[in-house]
């Protein structure tokens, strides 16, 4: 009977779900928050609760009065209630539980493809992996998620495993997602592409029919090209939910200016070239070789569909792959429908022919009737996730899954000089300012609210312009942060640095009379200005 119950419950997606969730509390304890917007999102997602949308700069002097639109405000609220209810702990958490249910449902569509528990595993690691660069307690990964979900849904009603009615609800879905993340532009983008895959493919076949004569007990040609799209109703009915899925970027509370915000980061072409996540793929990095790796791997497996025809959705992931040559940023997008698309095709392989004949204890033909998933393989991660929730909540202090686990790095963030800017802070009143590094920026906003800032991450607020200048200064020019110094009347900079050596502000800095140094950190070094010199 206790065995029964354990094979019910301790399915082997309720397995892989636990252990990429306890192994993200662990690897993600400090590298979850190694992004500067993690912190300030949650300053903003109290901003929200406390005050309302703000519509202009509420952190910096030098942009204060701007037009500025929390674009991400649902994912920021979500930030700051689970910041309230239990610090960055249950962050962590809701960031672990994201990325494992989502795996773990990847996990589940291999084994429903006919892989064993073990190949199924190898292949879903492969896509986490790929994509683990980019992984934050940020926004973002709600993008990552709804990718794949709406890359799911292309597939199944590909196959004919969906109807028209789950597609259409993509559009609640695509609203949701507006208000979280603006990802959702190539969740538009992928659907949009889709179907104009089918309609091509349904509009051969149209041609095709008047000009064809099919003999009988042979295939049509209709069968020859698979393709959902059956009648002109249907095509007529999948361009209105594109239709609809396009609008759903303007149900959000700021109307065009979200559309507007958006536009700035997507166009800019100085993100391309100073902020890592914006620059094109890079085979000097390491990450940018996983990812590479990944395509590659891809490429081979899908080169073993051959000579069958592709269907329209195992293109998708290429056009990601495409896309990431010019924006590292898109791996993690093309990694997540990179594993739900290659779930479909795996058994028209060869390579699964050939497992079958020579390694058939890693497929399972037919595959297991239990692979899907179902409500009991959702009973164990259900409590687990609760369990620890309630331990955070209740300030809990217990290793890995109680609260005072997560915590920032100091190697990222000058935690170390946050009292000595406090005291700063409180002699200065309500005008207190510094200069500051743009990668400071969220540290401060966080712990020291009470500062007006320089700058920080925000880029769509400071523009091309302010950005290219910034950048001109801190690697070529530090004598240029004079001019920056003077215009604001600045008394104390904190600059970023390391080790090893120093950086080029902080070498300048240390070389200009009139300023010395009052405190360093492992990143960062902070410099108050001698008026009496």
Known sequence: MAGRVCRAFARPDTLFFLTVWAAFLVIFRERGFYDPGSLWHIKVGDWILDRGFPWTDPFTYTFAGHTWIPQQWGAEVLMALAHRAGGFDTMLLGFCTLVAGLYAWVFARMRQAGMSWALAGVFTSAGLFAGAFHYFVRPHMFTIAFMGWTMACLVDFDRGRATLWRLLGLVPLYVLWTNLHGGVLGGDMMLGLAVAGWGAVFLWQQLRKGTTTVPEGETPPAEVSPNPVRSWRTLVVLMAIVGACGLAP??????????????RIVGSEVLKNVVNEHKPL????????????FGVGYLILFAGTFPQRPRVTWLIPLVWFALTFRGIRQGPLFAVTAVVVFADFWPHTVWCRLLKKYGDSLVQDPPDPTAALSWRGLVVPVLAVLAVFGLQASDTHVPVVGRGWAQIDSGYAPLELTDTLHAYARAAGPN????????????????????????????????????????????????????????YDLDLALVVTNDREPSTLDAYLASCKGWREIGRTKCAALYRRDRGQ
């Open 282 to 293: 890079n085979l000097t990095s390491a990450a940018d070789q996983v990812i590479f790796g």
């Open 250 to 263: 303007f149900a959000n509370p700021f109307g065009m200016e979200m559309l507007n915000t958006w536009k």
């Open 432 to 487: 207190a300012r510094l200069f500051n590094d743009a990668n400071l920026g969220g540290y401060l906003i966080y712990h020291v609210p009470e500062m007006k800032i320089f700058m920080d991450d925000r880029f769509e607020l400071y523009g091309d312009a302010w950005t290219a200048e910034y950048v001109d200064m801190i690697w070529y020019h530090p004598e240029y942060l004079d001019n920056y110094l003077t215009r």
